[in-house]
């Protein structure tokens, strides 16, 4: 069973604290949770992160973190999800769960219109800014993969003794500006787009239902 969790807008740093004690603390027989949020401004720096990738970030604090992956940003108007999952209980192994993850949020988009697509060997999810609504396949990869791409939804994730936390994060209806103080995801020009912004007018919440229900349906045992 996995039991999910609205945590409201919540500090980064707290929520980050009580996941780590979540894993920590949990045992065989603790159920999964699915905790859903969004958070204040702040940049999250992967383990992997080079300080090269953040540039003029102002007043908006830089929190290294034990999640995989570079650089990205958080704010409101952005779905969080963080799914706490036992991976041995689910008997699926790490690339099955980030597969999991890049499905439901490509599930989500579909069902306010927008097509997502994956891009080999870079996690989250991410449109053709000029046709989000078009149902062709991206090319084969040329000089630039991200070529009139847009990244919508960032994933990092944490893995300890076979349980997961950090998530996913969807840009819905947000203040775009912070991302271009950064290399989103540790490439420099990356453009990163939201929903609003491709014409989709919807609210926060119903979104993050929608994430939520795709995220249950796909990762409960």
Same mark, same amino acid.
């Given at each position: 069973?996995?039991?999910?969790?609205?945590?409201?807008?919540?500090?980064?740093?707290?929520?980050?604290?009580?996941?780590?004690?979540?894993?920590?603390?949990?045992?065989?027989?603790?159920?999964?949770?699915?905790?859903?949020? @969004?958070?204040?401004?702040?940049?999250?720096?992967?383990?992997?992160?080079?300080?090269?990738?953040?540039?003029?970030?102002?007043?908006?604090?830089?929190?290294?973190?034990?999640?995989?992956?570079?650089?990205?940003?958080?704010?409101?108007?952005?779905?969080?999800?963080?799914?706490?999952?036992?991976?041995?209980?689910?008997?699926?192994?790490?690339?099955?769960?980030?597969?999991?993850? @890049?499905?439901?949020?490509?599930?989500?988009?579909?069902?306010?219109?927008?097509?997502?697509?994956?891009?080999?060997? @870079?996690?989250?999810?991410?449109?053709?800014?000029?046709? =989000?609504?078009?149902?062709?396949?991206?090319?084969?990869?040329?000089?630039?993969?991200?070529?009139?791409?847009?990244?919508?939804?960032?994933?990092?994730?944490?893995?300890?003794?076979?349980?997961?936390?950090?998530?996913?994060?969807?840009?819905?209806?947000?203040?775009?500006?912070?991302?271009?103080?950064?290399?989103?995801?540790?490439?420099?020009?990356?453009?990163?787009?939201?929903?609003?912004?491709?014409?989709?007018?919807?609210?926060?919440?119903?979104?993050?239902?929608?994430?939520?229900?795709?995220?249950?349906?796909?990762?409960? =045992?």
């Amino acid at each position: 069973m996995l039991q999910a969790r609205r945590l409201g807008r919540v500090d980064y740093v707290a929520t980050w604290a009580a996941m780590r004690e979540f894993t920590q603390q949990r045992d065989p027989t603790t159920p999964d949770q699915l905790w859903i949020c @969004e958070h204040e401004p702040v940049y999250t720096q992967g383990i992997a992160g080079r300080a090269g990738h953040v540039h003029d970030v102002g007043a908006i604090a830089v929190v290294s973190t034990d999640r995989g992956g570079q650089v990205t940003y958080h704010g409101p108007g952005q779905v969080v999800a963080y799914p706490l999952i036992d991976l041995k209980r689910q008997g699926i192994y790490v690339k099955e769960f980030v597969y999991r993850l @890049e499905h439901c949020v490509l599930k989500t988009l579909q069902g306010f219109g927008v097509t997502g697509h994956r891009v080999a060997g @870079e996690p989250g999810v991410y449109v053709r800014c000029a046709d =989000p609504f078009g149902h062709a396949a991206l090319r084969g990869p040329g000089h630039d993969k991200f070529a009139g791409l847009g990244k919508i939804a960032a994933l990092g994730i944490k893995v300890s003794r076979h349980c997961t936390y950090h998530g996913v994060a969807l840009n819905v209806a947000m203040d775009l500006s912070p991302f271009g103080a950064i290399d989103p995801c540790g490439h420099a020009g990356l453009k990163a787009i939201d929903l609003a912004t491709l014409g989709v007018s919807v609210a926060w919440e119903q979104v993050a239902t929608r994430l939520a229900e795709n995220l249950v349906t796909h990762l409960a =045992p």
